[in-house]
């Protein structure tokens, strides 16, 4: 029998039909006043995720992890890190989502581990050790050469010497992040039992992370070069991921996942290549994944017709029954609202892009902060912490600035901790911040609330196909969304001035009413074939 975690309607389906929120929890909140989030911290903010309606929240890693690249380096895939809590603390953070009806999923990373986790350890004891294989070791090619001419994508050769052993392991991140094998099968049941654990303790899904780098070519030849303005960038990444042995083993995945109830799985799909490459991880049949991201969709520039384009390109890579996703901010890119940012128009602009991301066909994804238009940190050089942005800064100051911590209030620390945060807070958080929206009812945080809200109770939003109505926007974006009982109107204006939007076809001829609106009018004005927008508006229309 199927649990019940507070279900909308009989066939309420929480990862197509809901909303997914994505917490960073080093930054979400701090419980204990050591400056870093954690589990009791998360716990003790999941009615503010009820209020703002969503279904599910999706954890970055948890894991014990020495922090070289905060915990996407995983020392122990069946424990919690210290510094996030104990293993009853995530058991009572389960309970507790799932008795106000929110899901839970996991971040998997295994397509790398820790250099501290005890099977690398072992690995690199010595060459014939028993866990020897369990990771890429290869010698040298002739005259003292790297085995091939693979990239890390963090920078430099994905080659470290081990002096001990006298042979290079393959690392495709930081040389602290060694890959693992997945041609071992002790390998591939090893990480399977590690799916089963968090089953057991009732996670309700998983991310998984740079999924479709697992595999390697068997005979590990050579990229070919391409333009680029880095190493990794300056090759064709053929041999390095994307391998056909990753959907059998994905249908693998998927059949051990369904033997739980409506569990699932999204992965991130770490690719140069066109978005048909993400699309093909669904599978044929669509028995892969159940949901992959687009990235291409973060790209956009603020723009009607690029992102038109976007949603087309990716409606069009599908396959038939397959089902998008999409998202706009995540832990790894900068936010959009500063992406977006428009002076005194940079709130307008993020109600624009959350209706956008709420009301497309597929589920959307939501990162914390998003629903307040958090805006991107800005990190001075001494205080980064990020590897890419160590390496790399000034031309890449890294990530630090989409993870810096939430802000709940106006106190000291933004109310996200008693003690000096890990990061810095933004500057602007005694304006910007949870409580000061909350009290004010024409806040993005309220747009957020009456846009899930919306979704929550309309079969078009939630399961409709996707029809637009302008085939090449300039200023706005006009959409139908139709299900059998039910068809809306959205209207998206990406300009700071009125327009007036002319649509390709006819609507049906019945009486439209706003169901939601950005502008302060009573009435959303149609005439004819064209809808009067007021600058940056975005709306909702049904029909009477």
Not at 345 to 362: C, K
Request: proline share 8%; charged share 25%; with cysteine.
């Amino acid at each position: 029998m199927t649990e019940d975690y507070g279900l909308r309607t009989e066939d309420y389906l929480w990862w197509r039909d809901g909303v997914i929120y994505q917490i960073y929890p080093r930054s979400f909140a701090d419980s204990n006043g050591d400056g870093i989030g954690d589990l009791p911290g998360i716990i003790a903010r999941l009615d503010h995720l009820s209020e703002l309606g969503v279904d599910a929240v999706w954890l970055s890693p948890v894991y014990p992890s020495p922090m070289y690249d905060f915990g996407y380096d995983v020392s122990d895939y069946c424990e919690i890190d210290p510094v996030f809590g104990t293993l009853a603390d995530f058991d009572r953070l389960v309970q507790q989502a799932h008795q106000r009806g929110l899901r839970i999923i996991m971040d998997l990373v295994l397509n790398h581990s820790s250099h501290q986790h005890p099977w690398f350890v072992e690995s690199r004891a010595s060459r014939d050790n028993p866990r020897r294989d369990w990771y890429i070791w290869r010698d040298g090619a002739t005259g003292g050469k790297l085995p091939n001419n693979w990239q890390s994508f963090f920078g430099g050769p994905a080659w470290e010497w081990d002096e001990r052993t006298q042979q290079y392991y393959l690392h495709s991140f930081l040389k602290e992040q060694p890959d693992l094998n997945w041609r071992n099968p002790a390998v591939k049941e090893a990480l399977f039992d590690v799916v089963r654990f968090w089953l057991e303790r009732g996670v309700d899904g998983f991310r998984l992370d740079v999924f479709n780098l697992y595999f390697k070519d068997a005979l590990f030849r050579d990229n070919p070069p391409r333009p680029g303005l880095r190493g990794y960038d300056r090759q064709w990444h053929v041999y390095d991921k994307d391998q056909p042995e990753m959907h059998p083993l994905l249908r693998e995945l998927r059949a051990l996942l369904d033997r739980y109830p409506e569990r699932m799985a999204v992965g991130e799909t770490f690719s140069d290549h066109p978005i048909e490459m993400a699309a093909a991880y669904y599978g044929e049949n669509n028995d892969e994944l159940h949901l992959a991201f687009n990235f291409h969709f973060t790209q956009q520039p603020w723009r009607a017709r690029a992102f038109h384009e976007a949603i087309a390109q990716w409606e069009a890579a599908l396959r038939p029954g397959a089902w998008p996703c999409y998202v706009l901010s995540n832990h790894d890119v900068v936010r959009h609202a500063s992406r977006y940012a428009a002076g005194l128009h940079t709130d307008a602009r993020a109600q624009v892009a959350a209706a956008l991301l709420l009301t497309l066909r597929g589920t959307p994804f939501l990162y914390y902060g998003e629903e307040i238009a958090m805006r991107q940190g800005q990190i001075p050089r001494a205080e980064i912490q990020d590897p890419v942005g160590k390496r790399y800064w000034p031309f890449h100051k890294g990530r630090d600035g989409c993870r810096t911590p939430m802000p709940w209030d106006d106190s000291p620390n933004a109310g996200f901790s008693v003690n000096p945060p890990w990061l810095r807070v933004n500057p602007d958080y005694r304006e910007r911040n949870v409580a000061a929206q909350r009290q004010d009812p024409n806040s993005v945080f309220h747009w957020y609330r009456r846009l899930i809200a919306l979704r929550r109770t309309s079969p078009a939003l939630r399961r409709g196909a996707y029809r637009p109505l302008i085939r090449r926007p300039v200023h706005a974006l006009a959409y139908l969304r139709e299900a059998p009982e039910q068809t809306l109107l959205v209207a998206l204006n990406f300009s700071s001035r009125p327009v007036l939007a002319v649509l390709d076809e006819p609507l049906p001829a019945r009486d439209w009413h706003a169901l939601l609106s950005t502008a302060d009018r009573p009435e959303l004005e149609l005439l004819g074939n064209s809808l009067a927008l007021a600058p940056y508006e975005a709306c909702v229309l049904g029909m009477a």
